[in-house]
């Protein structure tokens, strides 16, 4: 990175994942500050990356290049409005919160470069994947540091239009939650069928990062990897059937459609 100077506001799970990949990456403690209310919390990002921290916010983002907005959306707008009177015209943001709009934290912050960014949990083993979205104000050499920041946990991937967060929110954000669903589902199963409670956990866990891995590492599609592995009239066609005929397609687009509508919901609710 171009040594830019980035804090943090809020330093909870996800600006931890974001502290340890960038000291990871080799980006010196002295590059990185926290802003924390949690004292505890404080003294553990001191100990475990050696970055300075601070109780106060204004205080965390003086002098800094990068802020990254890191706390829960229901307190974004208060925390923007304490915020702003420490600003310097031209420090960019990055706010990670779920449907927290540029044009909110403009409002909330005055006119400035602004990235919006939905990273997800796979972030605290630097196995994330963000979709990224710049406004009119962000350079390109910001936008490459913006992006520097989010690659340090994982895939970053640019998207063009803001509304476009709303299905990343659906599909990667969210996401984690519904593969340990289809875990938690699978390793019932299993128990149902004669194994131990244990054992069908650890198959059902293994089995999905094995597929994921095979889905990530192949030259071929996810299509093609399922019709490899169901034998005609098998066990996997048995199963897929039996999937299809409860509308399996049909309920996981019914889900991510919720999970965007609650997204852009969310927008509407707390960025007044
Ligand atoms: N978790 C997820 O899967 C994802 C989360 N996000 C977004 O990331 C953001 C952070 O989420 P996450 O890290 O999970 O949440 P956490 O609750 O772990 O982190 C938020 C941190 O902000 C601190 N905080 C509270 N009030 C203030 C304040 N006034 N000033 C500074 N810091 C404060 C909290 O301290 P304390 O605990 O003491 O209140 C907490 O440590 C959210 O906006 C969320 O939408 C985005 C993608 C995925
Ligand atoms: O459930 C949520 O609202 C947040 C956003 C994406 C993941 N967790």
Known sequence: ??????????????????????????????????????????????QEHGIATFADNGEAIKGAD?????????????????????????????????????????????????????PNTPALLRQGVSGLFANVRVSAAQKAQAEQVLSAV?????????????????????????????????????????????TAARLSIQTALGAARMASESDVDAAELRRRVTSPNGTTEAAIKTFQAGGFETLVQQALNAAANRSAELAEQLGQ
């Open 1 to 46: 990175m171009s040594n830019p100077t980035i804090a943090f506001v809020g330093a909870g799970n996800m600006a931890a994942s974001l502290i340890g990949g960038l000291r990871a990456q080799g980006v010196a403690a002295s590059a990185i500050r926290a802003s924390e209310p949690g004292s505890e919390q404080r003294a553990r990002l001191q």
């Open 66 to 118: 990068l802020i990254v907005l890191a706390v829960k959306p229901q307190i974004m707008k208060a925390v923007c409005l304490d915020l702003a009177p420490h600003l310097a015209p031209n420090q960019v943001i990055i706010s990670i919160a779920a449907g927290i709009s540029c044009a909110s934290l403009e409002n909330w912050l005055g006119q400035r470069p602004v990235v919006r960014c939905m």
């Open 154 to 198: 994982g895939l970053a991937l640019w998207l063009d239009e803001e509304a476009q967060l709303d299905a990343v929110t659906a599909v990667s954000g969210s996401g984690p939650a519904y593969f340990f669903l289809l875990i938690e589902a699978m390793t019932a199963a299993g128990e149902q069928l004669g194994l131990p409670r244990e």
